[in-house]
């Protein structure tokens, strides 16, 4: 039994060494962390109240989650039954991403049309800001390594980013997908090599 929510959006998994969990988003009542370990007897063991959340992603012990209109939260997760609140960080987003690889959380959409890439694997709990990027009603985005893939909502467009050299970004292609507004984006690599990218 999860907390009542009206809506929910992008959750998430966290695994210790002994036990799994979900991170379940619950919109303007906070999110709720259920112990998942046994999956026939899934429990609520935390719910944290009094900010809203949006989407949520995990980088080492933190969780990372977002909402449009405040700022985004990093909540301690070393004791899940006890995960807390420990920073907001005043950029917010619609969605985000953490690339674990880079150890670079993405905030899409901070602004109207910005992605911001900020840097947790040097300070997980107050990530220094690395680059703010202007994109066309940036929706979604999806990192792997130093090139983000991203969805433009309206008009509808993909947009590929090189962000090895960060603060500089380069835009290596951008290209419409016809048929309405792009929500969100996810790359999938083929076993021989070949990559596609879906929205």
Excluded: M
Excluded at 103 to 112: P, T
Excluded at 186 to 192: E, G, M, Q
């Amino acid at each position: 039994s999860i907390p009542t929510t009206n809506w929910a959006a992008g959750n998430t998994g966290y695994r210790t060494a002994t036990n799994r969990y979900l991170i379940q988003t619950l919109g303007s009542g906070g999110l709720a962390i259920v112990d998942t370990t046994n999956p026939a007897n899934a429990t609520v063991i935390r719910t944290i109240t009094g900010i809203s959340v949006k989407e949520v992603k995990v980088y080492g012990n933190y969780a990372y989650a977002s909402t449009d209109s405040g700022p985004t939260r990093v909540i301690d997760l070393t004791n899940p039954a006890t995960a807390s609140v420990v920073n907001s960080i005043t950029e917010g987003a619609h969605t985000l991403q953490v690339d674990a690889g880079t150890g670079r959380l993405y905030l899409n959409r901070a602004s109207q049309n910005q992605l911001r890439i900020l840097n947790v694997a040097a300070n997980p709990v107050n990530p220094p800001l690395l680059v703010a990027y202007s994109v066309p009603d940036i929706h979604d985005s999806h990192p792997q390594g130093n090139t983000v893939y991203v969805a433009g909502g309206s008009p509808s467009a993909c947009y590929i980013l090189d962000v090895s050299a960060l603060p500089t970004v380069t835009q290596l292609w951008s290209f419409p997908i016809p048929g309405g507004y792009l929500h969100d984006v996810d790359l999938y690599v083929h076993t021989d090599g070949q990559k596609y990218l879906y929205t």
